[in-house]
Every structure is written in C-alpha cells, then in structure tokens.
C-alpha cells in the first residue's frame, strides 16, 4: 500500500513559492522478481509560468514521477515516500477525492499517444466539454461551446463541425492539438507533456511546440516537458533536469545545462546526438554500457560502471561506494570537482561537440 509520511495540510497563498516542490521523492513497485526503485530520491521545483524539461533514456523515471504528481499508481503494488507540494498542497497524502478534484483542474497531463488516451466512442467535443462540466459546474451547452472554443484556440480548421467527429476521424497532429485542448480546457495551473510530440513528423512538431508555447503565455501554466529530444528540450525549457536510474543527475538553466553541462552523462547525452555538420557517414558516439537494472541498481554513483572518467576522482573506488549528492540551483551528481567539470568540458567534450 502506499506509503505516508505527512499529512495534507492546507494550501499555501498563491505566489508565496514554487508552483511545485518535489522533495526527496521515492517510487518502488512490488513485482514478481522484487521490488522496482523506479525514483529514488528525486527533488525539484518549477515556478510559475516556466517551463521544465526533463530528459533521460527510457526506465530513467520521467514518467513515473510525474504519474506519482497526478496520483496515478497502483497504492496495492507501489510505495510512495517523501513530498510533493503543488501550490503549498501536499499531494502524496491526499485522498482520491481531492485528487480527483485536482486532476484536470490544477494539474493536467498530455499523453503521448492521443489514440490511446481518448476514447474511440466519445466525440472529440465531448471528450473536452466533460472535464469543463465536471469541474466548473457547466451546462452542456456552455460545456460544448468551451469545446468548440478550445478546438479553435488550438488550430483545429472548422471547430464547431469536427468537435462533432471521432478521434479516429482525426490526424495525429489533430488528435495531439485536442489532447491539447482537453487539457486546458479548465486552465490548469500545472500541465505535463510526456513526450508529445515523439510520434509526430518534424513539421507538425514544430507547429505543437508553438502552439504550447502561445498557449503557456496566454494561460500562465507552468510546464513539465518530458522528452528523450535535447533540441526539443533546447527549444521549449526555460529549466532542464537530466534523469539517470530513478534521479536527478544534472539540473540548470537551458543555457546553463547545454552551454556547460557538468556530469558525464550529460555530456554523453550531447556527445551521442547527430550533427548536421558531421562528415558524411560518420558514426555516432554512443554511451558505453547500458541503464542498471532498478531491480538491482548500483551501489554508489549510479552511473559509475558506464562513466569513463572515475578514475579522475580524487579517493580510489568513492564512485562504487558513495552515491554523490544534488546541490540546490545549478548542480550536478558527480564526485569529479568543479575545476575538473570544467577543464574536461571545456578541453574534452566541447571540441567533439563543435
């Protein structure tokens, strides 16, 4: 069953901090082979209005945590320590109840297959128009007249005649721009992205991330952006956060991060992208190794058997045996010391980058 460790208080005046404060976060599941540390240890803040982009390989925890933002686990298979605070509300003892109340109100989420997320027996009007009507108390028809109205604000041709269509009668850059619509249809606070544009052609990928960005400005919703794209993540974030084995490995400013990352996986993420300028033919650089196991994760730094500069840390073998700490603001999970950081980056991996 779930696991508490507070109890919910009530919430703090708007403005008065983060939008949302995730503190220390621990999420396992219980499976036949033993129990999953899918997080393990995960804090971070996003203020209003900014956008955060978290990236990482697949299993690294991005979803999971932002499942656990929106209570979405199993409490008879998944353990849930620590805090998260949306708008000074502490979700992680909250009642189904109010998180019921919360889902698609405060907080809401943009799935990455919209044909799987919508139903193939509703209209797509209907869809939107009933997150609007439970939470905001509306008629039908001023519930469906919002569904048109956000059909449009999203760039559906047409609104008022394709509200009445199925999503199967859609596109997928149309179905996206509805997921889109339903999700701000009550002007949610707080919106999670997870990977929405993974499925989409470059173009209609664009005119997404566009759309997000005017819709951001217009309803001042902070943003949780998940991607495995750090040119979408480049393009979109105000903040990045680096994910490896359940936790934060790296966070920062856009330009921070990308301008001069400090971990070695960061610069692994960066040093493995394709270039437009590369030489024709020319091979990628990928990261050596594979993600551990969360059934067995390694002791000490998580990313220490696949890292090829552990033996530049001052201690013989602190990458196997001490797990390096998150410093707040700008930091970095890495014994190396911050001169370190900085030489290899500037004397190692820029020049490969170009």
Known sequence: MTTLTKEAGAPAPAGSGPLLSVRDLHVSFKTEDGVVRAVDGLSFDLER????????????????TNLTILGLHNPMFTTVEGEILLDGRELTTARESELEKLRGNKVA???QDPLTALSPYYTVGR????????????SKK???ERAVEMLGKVGIPNPRERAKDYPHQFSGGMRQRAMIAMALVCDPDLLIADEPTTALDVTVQAQILDLLKDLQQEFGSGIIFITHDLGVIADMADDIMVMYAGGAVERGTVDEVLRSPRHPYTWGLLNSMPRLDSDLGAQLSPIPGTPPSLLTPPPGCRFHPRCTFQDRVEGTGRCVRERPLMAPDRASACHLTEDQKRTIFMEEIKPRLG
């Not at 209005?49 to 999971?64: A, N, P």
């Not at 869809?127 to 509306?138: C, L, T």
């Open 49 to 64: 209005g900014r956008t955060l982009g978290i990236v990482g390989e697949s299993g690294s925890g991005k979803s999971v």
């Open 109 to 111: 989420m943009i799935f």
């Open 127 to 138: 869809q939107i128009a009933e997150p609007y009507m439970k939470h905001n108390g509306a």
């Open 142 to 144: 001023a519930a469906w």
